[in-house]
C-alpha cells in the first residue's frame, strides 16, 4: 500500500485541476468569442508581468513550506512546522506588500517603455490586489500540503476559478461597449475577485481544520530549532525554486513582448501581431495545455511525498514514485500530442471559431509529451532537495526559444508557426535533462517497454482510428462538431482498450487505482 497517500493527494489535485481546466477552458472559449482575439492579446501581454509580480513575493516560498512541514511531520513534530509555517507567512506579508507598492509605481513605467501596445495600463493596474492575496494564500496552500492533505487546495482553487471566470466574464461584457482594452480590465477585475474569494475560504478551512501543535512525541520541543536555523531552511529551498520561477516568468514575458514585435518584423501591423499572439497563447497554448492537469496534480503532490520518503531514508519508496508519476504522465501525454496532431484544425474551429489556429497547435502537439514531463521532473527534483537542476535546466532551454523566437518568427514564411517551433524546442530539452540527472544519481531506471512502447502503441491504434473514422465520417457529410465528438469519443476508448489488451495497465496498476478510493487520514 505504499505510495497510495501520494496517489491519493495526486488524485484530489486531479480532480479539482479536471474541474478547473474545464471551467477555464470554457472561459478560454467565451473570451475569445467576446473580445476576440486582440483583446486576449491584450491580456496576456500584461499577465506574464503580473505573475512575475507573484514570484518575487512568493519567493518560492510556499513550495518550502509544503518540503519542510512534509519533513517534520515524518518527526512527528507539529511544533516545528508551524514555526516554519508562522515564520513563512511573516515574510510573504513583507514581500507582498512591497511588490504592490513596486507594481503601482512601475505600472507607468512599463506601459510607455516596455509593451507594444499601449492600452495594456488600466488591465495592469487592475490585477495590483491580487498580490497580497495569492501570497498570504499560497503560505496556507503549502502548509496543508506539507501535511499532505491536498483538499484544501483543490477546494479553493476550484472556488477560485468559478469566481473568476463567472465575474470577468460578467465585467468584460459590461464594460465591451467602452472599448476592447475595457474589456481587458473586465478579465483583470474576475481574477481579483476570484483570488479573493479562494483566500477567504482558505482562511475559514485553516480555522477549522488546523492539526493541534501538541501532537508530538516525547522531547520532541528539543527539534524546534533556532530562527536563523528555520530561516536557512527555508531559503535553501526557496531561493532555487525562485529563480526557476523567476526564469519560466521572464520567458512568458519575453514572448508576450517579443513574438508580437517579430511578427511586425515580418510584415505584420500592431494590430495583426496582437491578434495573431492571442491566437497563439489563448487558443493553441490552451488546448495543449489541457493534459497538464495531471502532471500538475503530479508534480504538486510529488514535492512532498518525495521530501517524506528522502526524509525516511526510503528509496525504494522514492523510485517508485517517480516511476508512477513518469508512467502516467507518457500515458497521458502521447495520446493527446496524436489526438493534436489528428483533430487540430476541428478543436481550433469548434471550440474557438479560428481552425487556421490549428497549425500553430500541430507544431505545439510535437513537444507536448516533453512538456508533461517537464513538469513531473521538475516536482520530482524539488521534493529530493534539488530545486537547482531545474534552473539551470530551464536557462538552457529558455535560451534556445529566445533565441529561435527572435529569428524564426521574423521570417514571412514562418510567422507565428516559427514561434511555435521555438516554444517546442524548449519544452523538448528541460524535461530531457531532468530525467537524464535522475537518472544520474540512481532514482530513476524507466522500463521502455511499459512506459513507452505500450502507450505508444496504444496511441498509433488509436491514430489509426481517428484517421479512417474522419474520412468516412466527413464522406458521409457530417459537419466539423459531430465529427470532433465522435473521433474523441471512440480514439479515447479504443487507446483504454489497446492499453488493457497490451498490459499498458497492470494488475498493480488497477490495484493502486482501487486505492485511490480508500481515503485513509494520515
Not at 506588500?97 to 513605467?109: H, K, S
Not at 496552500?141 to 472556488?159: C, K, N
Not at 525516511?312 to 508519476?325: H, Q, S, V, Y
Amino acid at each position: 500500500m505504499a505510495g497510495y497517500s501520494f496517489l491519493q493527494g495526486a488524485f484530489i489535485l486531479l480532480i479539482a485541476g479536471l474541474i478547473n481546466r474545464f471551467l477555464g477552458f470554457g472561459y478560454q472559449i467565451a473570451m475569445m468569442r467576446l473580445i476576440g482575439p486582440e483583446g486576449v492579446g491584450l491580456f496576456n501581454m500584461v499577465f506574464p508581468v503580473y505573475i512575475m509580480m507573484l514570484v518575487l513575493a512568493t519567493a518560492g516560498i510556499p513550495l518550502a513550506i509544503a518540503k519542510l512541514v512534509a519533513e517534520e511531520v515524518a518527526g512527528n513534530n507539529m511544533p516545528g512546522a508551524y514555526r516554519i509555517f508562522k515564520l513563512s507567512l511573516f515574510i510573504l506579508m513583507l514581500t507582498s506588500v512591497f511588490f504592490t507598492v513596486v507594481l503601482i509605481i512601475g505600472a507607468p513605467i512599463l506601459t510607455e517603455s516596455y509593451f507594444p501596445n499601449p492600452r495594456v495600463y488600466y488591465c495592469l493596474i487592475s490585477l495590483v490586489p491580487g498580490i497580497i492575496i495569492v501570497t498570504l494564500c499560497s503560505a496556507f496552500r503549502g502548509f496543508f500540503q506539507g501535511l499532505q492533505q491536498m483538499s484544501p487546495t483543490a477546494i479553493t482553487q476550484t472556488i477560485e476559478q468559478l469566481i473568476r471566470v463567472l465575474s470577468g466574464l460578467a465585467f468584460a461584457y459590461i464594460l465591451l461597449p467602452l472599448g476592447i482594452e475595457y474589456a481587458a480590465v473586465g478579465l483583470s477585475i474576475g481574477v481579483v475577485l476570484g483570488e479573493l474569494t479562494g483566500f477567504i475560504f482558505m482562511l475559514r478551512i485553516y480555522v477549522r481544520r488546523k492539526p493541534v501543535a501538541l501532537h508530538y512525541v516525547s522531547g520532541s520541543w528539543r527539534k524546534i530549532y533556532s530562527l536563523g536555523h528555520s530561516l536557512k531552511k527555508i531559503s535553501t529551498m526557496a531561493i532555487p525554486v525562485t529563480l526557476t520561477r523567476i526564469v519560466a516568468t521572464a520567458l512568458m514575458s519575453v514572448q508576450a513582448v517579443l513574438i508580437p514585435q517579430r511578427l511586425q518584423a515580418a510584415g505584420l501591423s500592431v494590430s495583426q501581431a496582437t491578434s495573431a499572439y492571442g491566437q497563439f497563447i489563448g487558443i493553441a497554448e490552451a488546448l495543449l495545455f489541457m493534459p497538464g492537469v495531471l502532471t500538475m496534480a503530479l508534480a504538486t503532490s510529488l514535492v512532498p511525498a518525495m521530501s517524506d520518503a528522502i526524509s525516511a531514508n526510503n528509496l525504494t519508496l522514492a523510485r517508485t514514485r517517480i516511476l508512477d508519476a513518469v508512467r502516467l504522465t507518457i500515458q497521458v501525454g502521447v495520446p493527446a500530442a496524436c489526438i493534436f496532431l489528428l483533430l487540430a484544425n476541428e478543436l481550433c474551429g469548434v471550440l474557438f471559431g479560428y481552425a487556421q489556429t490549428g497549425i500553430i497547435l500541430k507544431v505545439l502537439a510535437l513537444a507536448g509529451p516533453f512538456l508533461y514531463l517537464q513538469q513531473t521532473t521538475t516536482g520530482i527534483l524539488q521534493g529530493v532537495g534539488r530545486a537547482d537542476v531545474p534552473f539551470k535546466n530551464l536557462v538552457l532551454s529558455s535560451l534556445v526559444c529566445i533565441m529561435g523566437i527572435y529569428y524564426l518568427t521574423a521570417m514571412p514564411q514562418l510567422g507565428i508557426k516559427g514561434a511555435a517551433m521555438a516554444v517546442a524546442a524548449g519544452y523538448i530539452i528541460m524535461p530531457v535533462l531532468n530525467m537524464l540527472y535522475l537518472y544520474k544519481i540512481g532514482l530513476f531506471a524507466p522500463s521502455i517497454r511499459e512506459s513507452v512502447m505500450m502507450p505508444l502503441v496504444a496511441s498509433l491504434g488509436m491514430s489509426l482510428l481517428i484517421t479512417c473514422l474522419k474520412k468516412i465520417l466527413y464522406g458521409c457529410g457530417f459537419h466539423d462538431g459531430s465529427v470532433l465528438f465522435i473521433t474523441l469519443l471512440a480514439g479515447g476508448v479504443i487507446y483504454l482498450v489497446l492499453m488493457l489488451l497490451t498490459g499498458g495497465v497492470n494488475d498493480q496498476d488497477r490495484e493502486k487505482f482501487r486505492g485511490l478510493f480508500k481515503f485513509n487520514r494520515r
